[in-house]
């Protein structure tokens, strides 16, 4: 099993660009979470997917972010346009609701927007 | 609602001495109970779990025991090495919860050799 894979590893762009942050889940989970890690806010849940369907977005800070989930294999966080204010590293999670064992983390993307 | 209070970091050890980083939690119902880590540059890593009280989880040398009567799942190590310097995440679980973790606000650890 290869983990959650989050893609890119590192992204830097210019204030005003879109941003596309990727996340394949572990094949078999059902819920998928994407958090933003900052040094001030340490780590905030911004959005929860189950089934594939929005359960809880009230953590997305602003309507430049959103987030998709095609499918059970794919999900996206777009941040358009982005701002400096935006610079952390996201990570994306998930889980299977037939297990206790909590949720594996992707290595995350480190975002610096400049 | 659910929560997650730690201590605050950083705690900074000399190698082989005693940790122990205290979590309490507010929660109704039995929720389950979560040590995550996260090394530099890594994502969290569940490192240990207890799903009801009195439970020990235990994993590469850490310990945490589910107190109940004191909403608290304290982590501890008899003896830290200087590859245990991370940051540390105290987490649960509600029992209506579904699929939600709250998270703790994180404890960083460095330990100097």
């Known amino acids: 099993d290869a983990g959650v894979i989050q893609s890119p590893r590192h992204e830097v762009t210019e204030m005003g660009q879109e941003v596309t942050l990727r996340c394949k889940p572990i094949?078999?989970?059902?819920?998928l979470f994407w958090y933003r890690q900052t040094m001030m806010r340490g780590l905030e849940l911004l959005i929860y997917?189950?089934?594939?369907?929005?359960?809880?977005d009230s953590g997305m800070p602003e309507d430049r972010f959103s987030a998709k989930m095609p499918n059970a294999s794919f999900s996206t966080l777009k941040i358009q346009p982005s701002e400096p204010r935006d610079s952390a590293v996201y990570f994306c999670?998930?889980?299977?609701?037939?297990?206790?064992?909590?949720?594996?983390f992707g290595s995350g993307t480190r975002l610096t927007v400049v | 609602g659910n929560s997650v209070t730690q201590m605050e970091g950083p705690v900074t050890l000399s190698e082989e001495a005693f940790l122990t980083i205290n979590c309490t939690y507010t929660a109704t119902g039995y929720p389950s109970l979560f040590w995550y880590v996260q090394y530099p540059g890594e994502g969290l890593q569940l490192l240990l779990k207890?799903?009801?009280?009195?439970d020990k989880g235990s994993n590469k040398g850490f310990e945490a025991t589910y107190r109940k009567e004191t909403t608290s799942f304290h982590l501890e190590k008899g003896s830290v090495q200087v590859s245990d310097s991370a940051v540390y995440f105290c987490?649960?679980?509600?029992?209506?919860?579904?699929?939600?973790?709250?998270f703790g606000g994180g404890t960083r650890l460095m330990v100097k050799p």
């Open positions: 987490a649960l679980r509600g029992s209506n919860a579904g699929n939600m973790l709250t």
């Open positions: 999670a998930s889980h299977t609701s037939t297990s206790n064992y909590g949720y594996t």
């Open positions: 094949s078999g989970h059902n819920s």
């Open positions: 997917f189950n089934n594939n369907v929005p359960i809880d």
């Open positions: 207890a799903t009801k009280a009195d």
